[in-house]
């Protein structure tokens, strides 16, 4: 009973879903894999995987309800300190997520996050999942592993300045010149949108650094449920209010 009592709420909300105001770009923070994992009685490792199970989910409602990019940040760069009992295993089941993307045929795959962080196994599969899915025509999505907002900002900056001195441009030359512009041009969703909606799960209301740079205008959603528990009508819930959200820029 329970379960056809949420299908016919989550058709009902659905139904009257404006597409028109469908968020285009959709950021999350998948939080809350150890925490449900403790709560059900399980293994830190086993609320990882049915956390990356949810994954699919969440692309094929966001197929259904024309997003067009998807940005999941699975593992910050702070999530490396991490004790290798607990890291080794979710490298694994990051890496089996990321050749699933690529293997399914629907989604185009591609790497944010500092490479040289990861071990060059997890690295390898992620260049792989981006080289395979290329030419994929549906949904982007950003699989952010090794990835932390600060850092994403210093590697752009870094890129900025190595491509100045390849040009033979002089620090006066490129302090000139330089601009919000420029530096958006060396993030490593370069010549993508920023995300319209950023939602994050387990109800912690912080961004701890999830695209500092991209989201100054994003509307933010923050779930009590933890990700591996993140339904479809939670999922329709973050989209209906940001439909209701007038959206300002600026002040």
């Known amino acids: ?138 949904i982007l999505v950003n699989v952010a592993v090794g990835y932390g907002g600060r850092q994403e900002i210093a590697d752009a900056v870094r890129s900025l300045v190595l491509e100045a001195a390849e040009n033979g441009s002089s620090f006066e030359e490129l302090a000139e010149t330089v601009d919000v512009e420029h530096i958006s041009k060396h993030l490593y969703t370069r010549g993508q949108p920023d995300p319209d909606l950023v939602i994050r799960t387990s109800g912690e209301q912080r961004l701890s650094g999830f695209m500092l740079w991209q989201s100054a205008h994003s509307e933010y959603y923050f779930c009590e449920v933890f990700w591996p528990a993140f339904r479809k009508v939670d999922f329709l819930r973050a989209l209906r209010d940001y439909a209701a959200r007038h959206r300002r820029y600026g002040f």
């Open 1 to 138: 009973m329970r379960d056809l009592v949420y299908r016919l709420y989550a058709r009902r909300v659905e139904g009257r879903l404006d597409h028109a105001q469908v968020p285009k770009h959709i950021g999350v923070i998948l939080d809350g894999n150890r925490r449900w994992a403790r709560a059900d009685g399980r293994t830190p490792e086993q609320g990882h995987q049915a956390g990356a199970d949810k994954i699919q989910e969440l692309l094929g409602w966001c197929a259904e309800t024309d997003v067009e990019v998807v940005t999941l940040w699975m593992l910050s760069t702070d999530n490396l300190d991490r004790p290798a009992a607990e890291l080794n295993p979710l490298l694994g089941i990051i890496e089996n997520t990321v050749r699933g993307l690529a293997a399914d045929g629907r989604w185009r795959v591609h790497h944010v996050g500092t490479l040289d962080l990861l071990p060059a196994r997890t690295q390898s599969v992620l260049k792989e999942a981006e080289q395979d899915t290329v030419g994929i025509g549906g």
